[in-house]
């Protein structure tokens, strides 16, 4: 059974760094059908694609946020990490762990979320 | 970037209703479209992939079509377990992008 595990709810300071941890059971992080991304969603808002792990180690980031993002993953601990840096009140949000599925041809999708992480930027 | 157009934005129907909503890509991404349903205060779950293709679980009464820039999610009869948010999401090309989202209450 699949699951995705994320911290609890986490405040941080403007301009501070967040790190975010999710660990994976259920399948490994290696398997090469599978990859992680990290997506956002804004209180009453929209969901917004972060960033991508592939099981290669290849990465992708969202254009807006490239320079502020970085994705990585631990296959011998079933992590994915994220971190989002120079955090501002505006990037509160609930933040989700997400499975990828990658099938041989075709498109992906997102078939595994976490329970999501309510991120809260304020002094 | 490729944009992602859905509507409506909202819509009212009643329990039995046949719902559909429409998304819309800025360029062709041929089949790469997936489908969400999101209810408040839960993580999105995955309804249909590569336009058409009903994800396991989902019921009958969900389904999807369309090719190329344009795309039709469908709910034949709805269920009051069917008032929730809906939303597209292109994975043609990276960055993967998503629509805003259709919220379908009850009227």
């Known amino acids: 059974q699949v699951t995705l595990k994320e911290p609890g709810p986490v405040l941080v300071k403007p301009t501070e760094t967040l790190t975010l941890t999710c660990t994976v059971s259920?399948?490994?992080?290696?398997?090469?059908?599978?990859?992680m991304s990290w997506i956002r969603q804004p209180p009453g808002k929209a969901l917004e694609w972060l960033a991508h792990?592939?099981?290669?180690?290849?990465?992708s980031y969202s254009t807006s946020l490239k320079s502020r993002l970085t994705i990585s993953k631990d296959t011998s601990k079933s992590q994915v990490v994220l971190t989002m840096t120079n955090m501002d009140p505006v990037d509160s949000a609930t933040f989700y762990c997400?499975?990828?599925?990658?099938?041989?041809?075709?498109?992906?999708?997102?078939?595994?979320w976490g329970q999501g992480t309510l991120v809260t930027v304020s002094s | 970037d490729i944009q992602m157009t859905q509507s409506p934005s909202s819509l009212s129907a009643s329990v039995g209703d046949r719902v559909t909503i429409t998304c819309r890509a800025s360029?062709?991404?041929?089949?790469?479209l997936n489908w969400y349903q999101q209810k408040p205060g839960k993580a999105p779950n995955l309804l249909i992939y590569?336009?058409?293709t009903l994800q396991s679980g989902v019921p009958s009464r969900f389904s999807g079509s369309g090719s190329g820039t344009d795309f039709t999610l469908t709910i034949s009869s709805l269920q009051p377990e069917d008032f929730a948010t809906y939303s597209c999401?292109?994975?043609?090309?990276?960055?993967?992008?998503f629509g805003q989202g259709t919220k379908v209450e009850i009227k």
């Open positions: 999401q292109q994975s043609f090309s990276t960055p993967w992008t």
């Open positions: 997400v499975r990828t599925h990658k099938p041989a041809s075709g498109t992906s999708y997102f078939d595994y």
């Open positions: 792990i592939f099981s290669n180690g290849e990465k």
């Open positions: 360029q062709s991404i041929r089949n790469y």
């Open positions: 590569a336009a058409s």
């Open positions: 259920g399948f490994s992080l290696s398997h090469s059908r599978m990859g």
